[in-house]
């Protein structure tokens, strides 16, 4: 069947499933706009090209699928390559369609020409300018599998416009797809090696103050119910990292929540007292490790992963794995049946250490009172009690988003989507819109600070203009956050330039114009009926201003450079 390269792109996405793309057209893509009106894909319309990206990765997190973005050339793909850089760090699958000048003028610095295949070639997994018409459908085939398998990640494929123009002849072409794919080196070992499996059951059958490190590749591998039930067969306890928050139930008995530089005293201390970590889907970012070389020094290492280049990249492992998480932990789980748990030593003290943690070093903040501003903690409380359980939250980056990962409750997994690696700022609202549309089924609220909203705020007037009815919690104390806390807590109280004013703009007015229902708290006894209010309101997006207290900050904190045992805990 004769076609053109701008057809044959899109029958290409069809036949990968895809549902949803986020994009913004412009000239060198505009060809492959046309066929779109003829296709069963939707096609969501945002107002940044930034926003298209976080679009497609917050469709990502919610439904397991690679997210599809769009956009033409030049400063498009330049707009776009945040969004790259995010999914790369968090192991996110997208393919994204950038479009580029005819292949006659690569190189002649024509109008919106940049090198975007050499721009992101060490923020993709995979990337690849396409020169033939001939070879979209393979390319794009195979786009779909490096991004979906192995490690996820972005692929991007950039489009000269002759080869997707009808009216040129370099478009034409005949209509095939590819049966297979077949990639010369690219072959993920999925299955952990048995010699190695057995010595990490010997490993965690032996070991009297074990700790599970659950990181974001458990979601990524869809591991979840695997790590629960690990975890209960060796009655061992999980810390889960900022990507891995719901990777187990946080009401488990055995979860012990987020370590980290704001994670909880408990959390944090039983990986630097541990004699054993085993390290699932996590990467040992130095936000976990704090001073790497004083990080649990007294633990053996169990490092499982995907990627071979993750083992030893950080910490040297005593045993390392290679391979998909589901599949080692199921295989784990199987050896230590073997052996029998019967064989473990008593923890029963080391179970007693961490209850006290627990009990000593809870969560805490002064309560909100009649007349202050709101507590940022108490806000998020509210919100979490007040929304159905496996409500999808997103978050931006900041403050708020360690707030949210201490205080809201992940029972339930691939629930949470923030900006982990890379720490985006921006990245709440355009990524909670992507989660909504890819789970239409869920409620879905994003906790912002006033700083990030202030960056991708257009991109309600898509949600108001597509009627995708997110909520948009601003917790708005008019600085730079954790900025101003960094200031407060290592410059003596300089405050240099991190004042944001709580007035300017408008929150409630700014929300109103671009078509969303606008709201405004101030006090603490206004809080609820404004969430209630808001939860019932499903034909427009939402956005509350709440005014919160500046002074709170976020503990506990392990201070930069310092080693986890410094964690400071309260004021």
Request: proline letters at 7%; glycine letters at 10%; hydrophobic letters at 40%.
């Amino acid at each position: 069947m004769k076609t053109n390269g701008g057809a044959a792109l899109i029958k290409s996405l069809e036949l990968e499933g895809v549902e949803v793309i986020f994009g913004l057209p412009g000239g060198a893509i505009l060809p492959v706009y046309d066929p779109i009106i003829d296709s069963p894909i939707r096609h969501i319309l945002v107002r940044h090209e930034q926003g298209a990206g976080h679009m497609a990765e917050g469709y990502a997190h919610a439904t397991g699928r690679p997210g599809v973005a769009m956009v033409t050339s030049g400063p498009a793909a330049t707009n776009i390559v945040t969004p790259l850089a995010d999914a790369y760090m968090d192991s996110v699958p997208l393919v994204v369609i950038t479009g580029q000048v005819g292949t006659a003028g690569i190189g002649t610095d024509a109008f919106q020409e940049v090198d975007t295949v050499g721009m992101t070639r060490s923020i993709t997994k995979h990337n690849e300018l396409v020169t033939r018409a001939e070879d979209i459908p393979r390319v794009i085939r195979e786009a779909f599998h490096i991004a979906t398998t192995g490690r996820p990640g972005p692929v991007l494929v950039d489009i000269p416009k002759d080869i997707v123009d009808p009216t040129n002849p370099n478009s034409a072409m005949d209509w095939y797809w590819p049966d297979s794919v077949d990639l010369a080196g690219y072959n993920p070992q999925m299955e952990g090696d048995p010699a190695l499996i057995e010595a990490a059951a010997r490993l965690i059958l032996a070991s009297e103050r074990p700790v599970l490190y659950a990181g974001g590749g458990i979601l990524k591998a869809r591991a979840a119910e695997a790590l629960t039930a690990l975890a209960e067969l060796v009655d061992i306890p999980v810390v889960t990292t900022l990507m891995g928050r719901g990777g187990i139930p946080d009401d488990h008995p055995l979860c012990l929540g987020m370590p980290g530089m704001h994670g909880n005293y408990t959390a944090v201390m039983s990986m630097q007292e541990s004699d054993l970590l085993i390290a699932l889907g996590s990467r040992f970012d130095d936000r976990v490790t704090g001073k790497l070389a004083e990080f649990a020094p007294h633990a053996r290492i169990i490092h499982v992963d995907i990627d071979p280049a993750e083992l030893g990249k950080v910490r040297r492992p005593d045993v390392g794995i290679t391979g998909d998480c589901r599949l080692v932990i199921e295989e784990l789980i199987n050896a230590i049946k073997i052996f029998g748990t019967e064989t473990q030593p008593d923890r029963s003290s080391w179970r007693s250490t961490l209850s006290g943690w627990q009990e000593k070093y809870p969560l805490t903040y002064e309560q909100s009172q009649t007349g202050e501003l709101l507590k940022p903690q108490f806000v998020l409380e509210q919100l979490r009690d007040n929304t159905p359980d496996d409500c999808i939250v997103a978050s931006g980056v900041g403050q708020h988003q360690m707030w949210t990962a201490q205080y809201w409750k992940f029972n339930h997994p691939y629930t949470w989507i923030n900006s982990g690696g890379l720490g985006t700022m921006g990245f709440a609202v355009p990524a909670a819109i992507g989660a909504k549309v890819g789970r239409p089924d869920r409620m879905v609220w994003a906790v912002d600070g006033d700083g990030c909203f202030q960056m991708t705020a257009q991109e309600l007037v898509t949600a108001a203009s597509e009627r995708i009815p997110v909520k948009i919690a601003i917790l708005n104390n008019a600085y730079l956050g954790m900025v101003r806390q960094w200031q407060e807590m290592f410059y003596e109280e300089r405050y240099s330039e991190v004042y944001l004013s709580p007035d300017l703009p408008d929150y409630k007015m700014w929300a109103e114009a671009m078509g969303c229902v606008g709201m405004r708290v101030e006090s603490p006894e206004d809080v609820l009926p404004a969430i209630q209010r808001a939860n019932e309101i499903d034909d427009r997006p939402v956005v509350i201003d709440f005014r919160t207290d500046a002074r709170e900050k976020v503990f506990p904190m392990v201070p930069a450079g310092k080693s986890n045992s410094d964690i400071v805990v309260g004021e």
